[in-house]
């Protein structure tokens, strides 16, 4: 009987989640949150020490080769240094055991500083000051981290079972053999999306908004698709897009880009935005892609002051 040698085994890369970001935007939320999907969870750990862990091996009952280790770490890890650990995740991206992710979890200081009132503890840099002090000292000193994070929450809306379903939602439990591709449409006029990779403007066709029969409808509805689709620039402007996804997503695949998420907007997010993003989903399905699709305006009323000027 012919038997793999032992050296001859390949493991699948670990999955490493990096959560950071502002105290009290919920970090402890999103660990738990991971940790009740499978993921082994560490909160409050050294990130000069990840390659010391990552050598140990995995605990009892956790399957060789499906590890996902979720690490939090803020201003109050001890030698935290965000330089340091920028450096220390480079090490790990470079090479092909692990798929890294970092996750920045912002919320505005008005709701932070709400947030430390409401429960009365002080926060972390600012034991003997007003928590406002505390919370721009620690903006500044993450900077670098958001800058550089793959993905970026803003929990200042959210409530913790919010924040929880939303990181169910974004991360799905599964072990990630490629990149997770989220396609997504919104309302320029209702506010850019927090994070996304790339952002595609469909304001230049023809808006259903001002047509009867049209306005009370949405992208997903058979009319309003035809009434888009035969606006003469789409089908160049779909084909350049699609070519150009399909020409980017193996490469962010080949860089280990755990997560890729693609946006189009336009004025109110009902109509142009859903329908492209509904069409370039299931190009890039017929390409052998999985992507999901989220439409964050599709069912916002409809508001004639929103379309008036941008179109």
């Given at each position: 009987?012919?038997?793999?040698?032992?050296?001859?085994?390949?493991?699948?890369?670990?999955?490493?989640?990096?959560?950071?970001?502002?105290?009290?935007?919920?970090?402890?939320?999103?660990?738990?949150?991971?940790?009740?999907m499978g993921w082994e969870m560490i909160d409050n750990f050294p990130i000069r020490l990840l390659e010391r862990l990552l050598?140990?091996?995995?605990?009892?009952?956790?399957?060789?080769?499906?590890?996902?280790?979720a690490i939090g770490f803020d201003t109050r890890t001890r030698g935290f240094n965000p330089a340091s650990v920028i450096k220390?995740?480079?090490?790990?991206?470079?090479?092909?055991?692990?798929?890294?992710?970092?996750?920045?979890?912002?919320?505005?200081?008005?709701?932070?500083?709400?947030?430390?009132?409401?429960?009365?503890?002080?926060?972390?840099?600012?034991?003997?000051?007003?928590?406002?002090?505390?919370?721009?000292?620690?903006?500044?000193?993450?900077?670098?981290?958001?800058?550089?994070?793959?993905?970026?929450?803003?929990?200042?809306?959210?409530?913790?079972?919010?924040?929880?379903?939303?990181?169910?939602?974004?991360?799905?439990?599964?072990?990630?053999?490629?990149?997770?591709?989220?396609?997504?449409?919104?309302?320029?006029?209702?506010?850019?999306?927090?994070?996304?990779?790339?952002?595609?403007?469909?304001?230049?066709?023809?808006?259903?908004?001002?047509?009867?029969?049209?306005?009370?409808?949405?992208?997903?509805?058979?009319?309003?698709?035809?009434?888009?689709?035969?606006?003469?620039?789409?089908?160049?402007?779909?084909?350049?897009?699609?070519?150009?996804?399909?020409?980017?997503?193996?490469?962010?695949?080949?860089?280990?880009?755990?997560?890729?998420?693609?946006?189009?907007?336009?004025?109110?997010?009902?109509?142009?935005?859903?329908?492209?993003?509904?069409?370039?989903?299931?190009?890039?399905?017929?390409?052998?892609?999985?992507?999901?699709?989220?439409?964050?305006?599709?069912?916002?009323?409809?508001?004639?002051?929103?379309?008036?000027?941008?179109?």
């Amino acid at each position: 009987m012919d038997q793999t040698a032992p050296s001859e085994i390949t493991r699948p890369p670990v999955q490493i989640m990096l959560i950071t970001g502002m105290s009290g935007a919920g970090k402890t939320t999103a660990l738990k949150t991971l940790e009740d999907m499978g993921w082994e969870m560490i909160d409050n750990f050294p990130i000069r020490l990840l390659e010391r862990l990552l050598a140990t091996p995995s605990g009892a009952g956790q399957e060789a080769g499906s590890d996902r280790i979720a690490i939090g770490f803020d201003t109050r890890t001890r030698g935290f240094n965000p330089a340091s650990v920028i450096k220390s995740i480079k090490k790990l991206i470079d090479g092909d055991n692990y798929i890294v992710t970092t996750l920045f979890l912002d919320c505005t200081d008005h709701e932070l500083e709400r947030r430390y009132n409401e429960t009365r503890r002080p926060h972390p840099l600012a034991l003997d000051r007003p928590a406002i002090s505390g919370i721009q000292e620690e903006r500044e000193l993450l900077a670098p981290l958001k800058r550089w994070a793959d993905q970026i929450i803003d929990t200042s809306s959210l409530n913790a079972n919010a924040l929880s379903n939303h990181m169910r939602e974004r991360f799905p439990n599964e072990v990630i053999s490629g990149s997770v591709i989220t396609i997504s449409s919104f309302g320029f006029a209702r506010g850019m999306p927090p994070v996304a990779d790339l952002v595609f403007d469909m304001r230049f066709l023809n808006n259903p908004h001002w047509i009867e029969g049209l306005r009370e409808q949405t992208g997903q509805d058979a009319p309003v698709g035809d009434y888009i689709s035969q606006d003469p620039h789409f089908a160049e402007a779909y084909d350049r897009i699609l070519d150009l996804l399909l020409m980017l997503l193996p490469r962010y695949v080949a860089q280990g880009k755990a997560y890729v998420h693609i946006a189009f907007g336009c004025t109110g997010g009902r109509h142009r935005s859903v329908y492209t993003a509904e069409r370039i989903a299931k190009g890039l399905h017929e390409a052998g892609f999985s992507p999901s699709v989220a439409h964050r305006n599709l069912t916002s009323r409809p508001i004639d002051a929103l379309e008036k000027n941008t179109g």
